[in-house]
């Protein structure tokens, strides 16, 4: 027997077609059997589940292409069992999880295992990214093609840079077999080695070591170079600088296979972030100065940078609550991740259908997933959207067993109000 | 006047009133104004009245201050120019930082300091801080700054404990916060704390009830250094605005320089920094400074030359080529002094790498060098420091008093 669910009233936004009109889905069988502003205009057959949208964007699910869980290794700090719930409360139905966990994901069994998990939580669908070097370590490549057949969807050492440019050569080469995407966290790190923050006037103040901007952009262009001589695929997590943003615009003109994305804190927030000492706003990359962060919105508005992914590291208060040079980076983000990408819009640095796209179909699409779209006959994955609502971001609110997000106490517009993943609601406001 | 006793007496309304203030009979009171051979206390007030007197002057609207307890007694003559101790004028939990701190505040705790210098020269003890207990949490070693801050308190009558923590057990075992909620349930006054990490000092001092003194924090700050070689300067010139300061060496690494740089700014000196560029941080210029990588140059008629000493270990990697490079560019000899005022006055916050920055000639002529002076200016800062957080702390409990 068949179940039908119609979700009518909807402002059905699909940027992976522009699709902009008031209408109705009707999910079958997990996927997506009609969608259109005709669709059920002499009402609903009977029989049919009906769910009125109330006139709010209905949207393909939010994809994060990038979330560490932890698991295996720091379930304390996040599992995908909770990382799974966090994301669907923030209208996130797939994520990508990095492969920096304790043990390393770098072996055909881990990524079996954790695509395992991703079923056994239930909730949001799980693709693992794969380490490209043995134990993230840049020394030795990963089996990348059996990797590969295992469900691994890209390759990169995650919160690591792939130094060596004879490796990353190497890399990229090899990955062409298969197209396979490798990802860079750009970061030369004998310049980077030691920093804290952002080299600056803030990092001389504060008595703490500064991070040059420009190991960025060294990194992201010794990469270029090796992917013109490769003829690889490439993708530059979490840019933060105008220099790196500029240099990935140049590389799109001269037609390199390449990509980049941010995360909501390096257009949302710039160094001052860390006062005295905030150790919540420990990241890498460190948070830049104003200036970068308007060339990062800008990057996002010429859509040089194509997509927005939340770069979830939960940490634990004991990971935290050291002296910033002791402290570990990173900050939460998966529930944070849609009001923050709203914000863009309300800001009217990008139109809503940009903003969307930035969190759908761009990540999917570059890394070949069936997800971020709402075309006729692909998974029921979606989320509705009240865009216009204002809450307040609080910690002690958030589902990630972490706390550590840098926007507790921002005003936020925008939120999830519906979940949906093959069809099954898995998330629904109550208030 | 001669008589401190019958001066406080006289200010507060007489000996019924005084007596009702601190809670004994008026008799004993009197007994104040006798000489000792009578059952007297020769003219001064007991110390043990001291505080709860000021307190109780202070809820009746009286202005008394510590001062007024030495008021015309000759043998301890107050400093003319210290003013009263006055917590309005400082009214800061912790002293974490110079950055923050009004020139007034600055000018306040000065003040006080060089009213201690002649209390410490006397050899004499106040009991300003009787009753309190300070405890020393170093994190780093030090020798100089630990022993200052405990002879510091000692003076003002302080129970000093001193405790040091290698860094490295810190790292096995006990966190940092763990560390101050121990200490915190041991109820100390003051806490004085020195940790090889920028900002540790502010993270402790949010989870302490007690006052923090910052001893040096990582490359931050080390407050109370600056303050003492602001003192050494005003005591030396009479002024600290207008005056041209040469911060030479490795500016990078010390919190001895960004806590000048804060204090001299602010007090209106012009400040420079001259050293190597590996070893002058990025836009240090947007702190108020003049940056010179000639040495020649960056001392040129200046007031006050203030060398720093080369951190060695906190360089990760080659900031200089080597000592004896370093030396002969930045090293402090004569041919390089010469650039300065003739007058010119040579500071160093100790220790002293004698040929790496400093030359020994330079460092032991006594016409010019003020080193030794610092180290005693040292103390004389620790304590108006520690007078001020204690200040605008509760007062001690009471069975903390001896019984009248």
């Known amino acids: 027997m068949t179940t039908r669910t119609a979700y009518i009233n909807a402002r059905l936004m699909d940027p992976s077609c522009n699709r902009d009109e008031i209408g109705a889905l009707v999910v079958e069988d997990g996927r997506i059997a009609d969608i259109g502003a005709g669709v059920l205009a002499g009402g609903a057959p009977d029989g049919m589940a009906v769910v009125d949208c ?117 890399a990229l080469a090899y990955a062409t077999t298969w197209g396979a995407l490798i990802i860079q966290h750009p970061e030369e790190p004998n310049l980077a080695r030691g920093g804290q923050m952002n080299e600056g006037e803030i990092a001389t103040r504060l008595g703490l070591q500064g991070i040059p901007p420009c190991a960025e952009v060294m990194m992201i262009e010794r990469d270029l170079h090796l992917v013109a001589l490769t003829g690889g695929r490439y993708h530059a997590a979490h840019v933060s600088t105008a220099a790196a943003i500029d240099a990935i615009r140049k590389a799109k003109g001269r037609g390199l296979d390449v990509t980049c994305d941010t995360a909501p804190h390096y257009f949302g927030l710039n160094e001052t972030a860390i006062g005295e000492y905030r150790t919540f706003a420990k990241l890498s990359p460190p948070l830049r100065t104003e200036d970068d962060r308007r060339a990062v919105v800008e990057g996002l508005a010429d859509g040089t940078i194509d997509i927005v992914a939340s770069d979830h590291i939960p940490q634990d208060p004991d990971s935290k609550r050291l002296p910033y040079a002791q402290s570990i980076a990173g900050a939460t983000g ?80 925008g939120c999830c109000l519906r979940t949906v993943i093959d069809g099954r609601t898995v998330f629904a406001r109550e208030d | 006047m001669l008589d401190p006793a019958a001066h406080v007496i006289a200010k507060c309304g007489g000996p019924e009133a005084v007596a009702a203030m601190v809670g004994i009979h008026p008799s004993n009171v009197h007994r104040w104004t006798y000489p000792k051979d009578k059952g007297g206390t020769d003219g001064r007030v007991p110390t043990r009245h001291h505080r709860k007197l000021i307190e109780a002057a202070r809820a009746q609207g009286i ?202 700014t602010t007090m209106g000196a012009r400040v420079r920094v001259v050293g190597p560029p590996t070893l002058v941080p990025t836009a240090i210029d947007r702190m108020g400074v003049e940056v010179f990588h000639d040495m020649a140059e960056g001392l040129k008629d200046c007031d006050i030359v203030m060398m720093l000493r080369l951190q060695l270990e906190r360089m990760h990697g080659t900031y200089v080529p080597s000592l004896r490079e370093n030396f002969h560019f930045y090293g402090l000899d004569y041919d390089k002094l010469a650039n300065a005022r003739p007058d010119a006055l040579i500071m160093h916050p100790g220790p002293i790498n004698r040929g790496v920055e400093i030359d020994t000639a330079v460092a032991d002529d006594v016409e010019r060098s003020v080193i030794t002076e610092q180290v005693e200016m040292g103390v004389a800062v620790r304590m108006a420091c520690l007078e001020a957080v204690t200040n605008n702390l509760p007062l001690p409990l009471p069975n903390a008093e001896p019984r009248s």
């Open chain 1, 54 to 170: 109330g006139g709010h964007v209905l949207a393909p699910g939010l994809v994060d292409s990038r979330v560490l869980v932890h698991e295996p290794g720091e379930t304390y700090k996040e599992s995908v069992a909770s990382a799974a719930a966090a994301a669907v409360s923030g209208g996130i139905t797939t994520i990508c999880t990095l492969p920096n966990t304790n043990p390393v994901i770098d072996d055909v069994s881990l990524v079996e295992f954790m695509i395992a998990r991703g079923h056994d939580a239930g909730l949001v669908k799980l693709h693992p990214f794969a380490a490209l070097t043995v134990g993230a370590r840049g020394e030795k490549l990963t089996e990348m093609g059996l990797l590969r057949e295992a469900g691994a969807i890209a390759f990169t050492d995650g919160t690591a840079a792939i130094a060596d440019p004879v490796l990353m050569r190497r």
């Open chain 2, 63 to 264: 202005t008394l201050t510590p001062d007024d307890f030495f008021h015309g007694a000759a043998k301890t003559p107050a400093p003319a120019a210290a003013p009263a101790a006055d917590p309005a004028r400082f009214p800061h939990r912790h002293i974490l930082g110079i950055e923050g701190l009004t020139a007034d505040q600055i000018t306040y705790l000065l003040d006080r300091a060089d009213g201690f210098v002649a209390l410490s020269r006397s050899r004499r003890k106040a009991d300003l801080l009787r009753g309190r207990t300070m405890i020393n949490l170093f994190f780093e070693d030090s020798t100089r700054t630990r022993t200052s801050f405990e002879l510091a308190g000692k003076r003002l009558g302080a129970d000093t404990i001193n405790m040091s923590v290698a860094t490295s057990s810190v790292h096995k075992g006990e966190s940092l916060i763990d560390t101050a909620l121990t200490l915190n349930a041991m109820h100390p006054d003051v806490l004085v704390v020195r940790h090889p990490h920028s900002g540790a000092v502010d993270l402790l001092s949010q989870k302490v009830a007690c006052a923090v003194i910052n001893g040096g924090d990582g490359s931050h700050e080390h407050p109370t250094q600056a303050l003492l070689d602001a003192l050494t300067i005003r005591r030396r010139r009479g002024h600290i605005g207008g005056l041209t300061v040469a911060i030479c060496g490795d500016i990078a690494h010390s919190r001895v320089a960004r806590s000048n740089i804060h204090l001299l």
């Open chain 1, 334 to 413: 998966l529930e944070t991740l849609l009001p923050l990408v709203l914000e863009l819009y309300h800001n009217k640095a990008l139109s809503l259908m940009a903003a969307l796209r930035a969190v759908t179909c761009a990540p999917a699409a570059r890394l070949g997933l069936d997800a971020g779209t709402l075309a006729k006959g692909a998974a029921a994955d979606f989320t509705v959207i009240d865009t216009e609502r204002p809450w307040r971001i609080r910690e002690d609110h958030l589902l990630s067993k972490s706390r550590n997000t840098l926007f507790d106490g921002r005003p936020v517009q």
